[in-house]
């Protein structure tokens, strides 16, 4: 059975998906964009300001699950320029304690709003935190 999971503390849905979806005692979230969730808007700024914001808008629905950053098993990053690796990772690493969650992470022609990065990510709800 899935479940729906959502929060007030991470961008809205603004279309036919869940901010995230909970199978048993897994996790998967919707890719996540630079959304102020409080203002509805896009943060400004360069990709680690962005990837900041996407990172927080994650925990903020993981928390919502019951679970956190460390339970994250694997995450997808979306690029549109791969020359920003280095700084997204720079600001992923802050937020990820070892053991690192398995990651992929491709550059794509382009993005929902234009943003530069857009995060998903599956992790464990453990019984309990």
Known sequence: ???AVATDKAPAAIGPYSQAIRVGNLLFTAGQIPLDPAT?????????????????NIAAILEA???SM??????????K???DFAAMNEVYGEFFPAPYP???AVAVAALPKDVAVEI??????????
């Open 70 to 79: 460390k339970h994250v098993v694997k995450t997808t990053v979306f690029l």
């Open 81 to 83: 320029n791969m020359g």
């Open 120 to 129: 998903e990510a599956v992790a464990v709800v453990p019984e309990k935190e």
């Open 1 to 3: 059975m899935k479940n």
């Open 65 to 67: 699950a019951g679970t």
């Open 40 to 56: 509805g808007q896009l943060v400004q700024g360069d990709i680690k300001a962005q990837t900041r914001q996407v990172l927080k």
């Open 102 to 104: 398995a990651r992929s």
